[in-house]
């Protein structure tokens, strides 16, 4: 079945260092990915999305570019702030009939430092 | 906008109790409902997801049970609360069409004891 592989956490940085958050999935079709956050308490949020290769998904400084050829949707930042401090899932999704059924990874936890 | 309601946050019940958890979703009709677990140090598992009024999908055997009695309510229930029911328990919606993302929840915290 369809499946998604992140890099285990937890990710601790210095601000305004640099960040890769590894993310690479099996599927069977052209899925949909997603990278979610979850802040201390809360449910997730989404970050980013990309619907086909080569799309790139970006919001609030973070990126992610989708690559078929390498099955991997890695997520990064140029400079993260401390206020970045969550919990990462990456997901995919081979919704075709509206309904999305979304496989997510473990999740990486970052934790930013001042 | 649409929102979406979970509650409650937090609840501690001893093994062997009923449980229900109630989601709402406003601000949108013929949404898409799921119910998530995320166990400690664990991803995410999809339990139900509900296309519709009184459809429901379980996508794992298990102790609990879902249903949609009104287009935009989902209510997980169990009849007798295991210790491994414990977790933290994410309701979601989705718009029908292809690739919309889900909007989560704040999650409810079960402690089973």
């Known amino acids: 079945g369809d499946s998604v592989t992140q890099m285990e956490g937890p990710v601790t940085l210095s601000e305004e260092a640099f960040l890769t958050i590894n993310c690479t999935y099996t599927?069977?079709?052209?899925?949909?990915l997603f990278w979610y956050v979850q802040y201390p308490g809360e449910g997730l949020q989404l970050l980013l999305k990309a619907t086909k290769a080569d799309d790139k998904g970006s919001n609030k400084g973070f990126e992610a570019t989708y690559r078929k050829e390498t099955t991997s949707f890695h997520l990064e930042k140029g400079s993260v702030q401390v206020s970045d401090s969550a919990v990462y899932f990456c997901?995919?999704?081979?919704?075709?009939?509206?309904?999305?059924?979304?496989?997510f990874g473990t999740g990486t936890r970052l934790l930013v430092s001042p | 906008s649409q929102t979406i309601h979970q509650w409650p946050a937090t609840l501690v019940q001893p093994v062997g109790s009923p449980l229900s958890l109630e989601c709402t979703v406003e601000g949108t009709s013929n949404p898409n409902l799921y119910w998530y677990r995320q166990a400690a140090g664990r991803g995410l598992q999809l339990l139900f997801y509900?296309?519709?009024?009184?459809?429901i999908s379980s996508e794992v055997p298990q102790n609990l049970s879902a249903s949609r009695p009104q287009d935009r309510q989902f209510i997980l229930s169990s009849k007798k609360l295991l210790l491994s029911d414990s977790g933290f328990y994410l309701c979601a919606w989705s718009a029908g069409q292809p690739n919309s993302p889900l909007h989560f929840g704040n999650g409810t915290r079960l402690t089973v004891t």
């Open positions: 599927a069977t079709g052209y899925p949909s």
């Open positions: 997901a995919l999704s081979e919704g075709q009939t509206g309904f999305q059924k979304l496989v």
């Open positions: 509900s296309v519709g009024i009184g459809q």
